[in-house]
């Protein structure tokens, strides 16, 4: 079965950062692209940026540009997203989800991570 | 960036009913080389990520239930619900995937009456 897992909620302070990773299973990793979407608490949906898992190239949302890192590991079919510099407008749950193309819509998410920032 | 806004904010239905959702963009979504317009439509149940019922403005997803319905073209597309059902109470979103970033309507809450 094709689907994505995420890791698990996580809990941090304002100014560290946080790391999602987000595993493909059931398909082959380098045919799809990636992205990151969050949604904060009770708000809609905000695409952060988007990764080609075959060769790591990747574009930002402007909104994330200094502040968020996306990378992959092939040989464990994994996607990471990392985002630093964390404010407590950051508190939403982040999503992966998977696009027959790019551009394309997005037919696989994963369960989501909630991260929850907080001093 | 392209600005998706989506009519009404809220919606409530009778079951058997027929649903409309409208989503407008401020830029057109066409592309004029392999005319396809890149607009999908999403439904979010509590809890739950999104779940994709659309994509090209009108082709359903595999599994999707064939009273869900996608129109339009360039700026304005229609979700169509042509009969509701209970199990259709979600939140509704539509995307466009044509630029990055691949930006969201704000959700329309879909109810029953």
């Known amino acids: 079965q094709e689907q994505l897992v995420q890791s698990g909620a996580e809990v941090r302070k304002p100014g560290a950062s946080v790391d999602v990773s987000c595993k493909a299973i059931?398909?082959?990793?380098?045919?799809?692209?990636l992205h990151w979407v969050r949604q904060a608490p009770g708000q809609g949906l905000e695409w952060m940026g988007i990764?080609?898992?075959?060769?790591?190239?990747?574009t930002y949302a402007q909104k994330f540009q200094g502040r968020l890192t996306m990378t992959r590991d092939a040989s464990t079919t994994t996607v990471y997203m990392v985002l630093s510099s964390l404010r407590s407008e950051d508190t939403a749950v982040y999503y992966c989800?998977?696009?027959?193309?790019?551009?394309?819509?997005?037919?696989?998410w994963g369960q989501g991570t909630k991260v929850a920032v907080s001093s | 960036d392209t600005v998706m806004t989506q009519s009404p904010d809220s919606l409530a239905v009778s079951l058997g009913e027929r649903a409309t959702i409208n989503c407008k963009s401020s830029?057109?979504?066409?592309?004029?080389?392999?005319?396809?317009?890149?607009l999908a439509w999403y439904q979010q149940k509590p809890g739950q990520p999104p779940k994709l019922l659309i994509y090209?403005?009108?082709t359903r997803e595999s599994g999707v239930p064939d009273r869900f319905s996608g129109s339009g073209s360039g700026t304005d597309f229609t979700l169509t619900i042509s009969s509701l059902q209970a199990e259709d109470v979600a939140v509704y979103y539509c995307?466009?995937?044509?630029?990055?970033?691949?930006?969201f309507g704000q959700g329309t809450q879909l109810e029953i009456k």
């Open positions: 995307q466009q995937y044509y630029t990055t970033p691949h930006t």
């Open positions: 090209w403005a009108s």
């Open positions: 989800a998977r696009s027959t193309g790019s551009p394309g819509a997005f037919d696989i």
């Open positions: 830029q057109s979504v066409l592309y004029s080389s392999n005319n396809k317009n890149y």
């Open positions: 990764i080609n898992p075959s060769g790591g190239a990747t």
């Open positions: 059931g398909y082959t990793f380098s045919s799809y692209y």
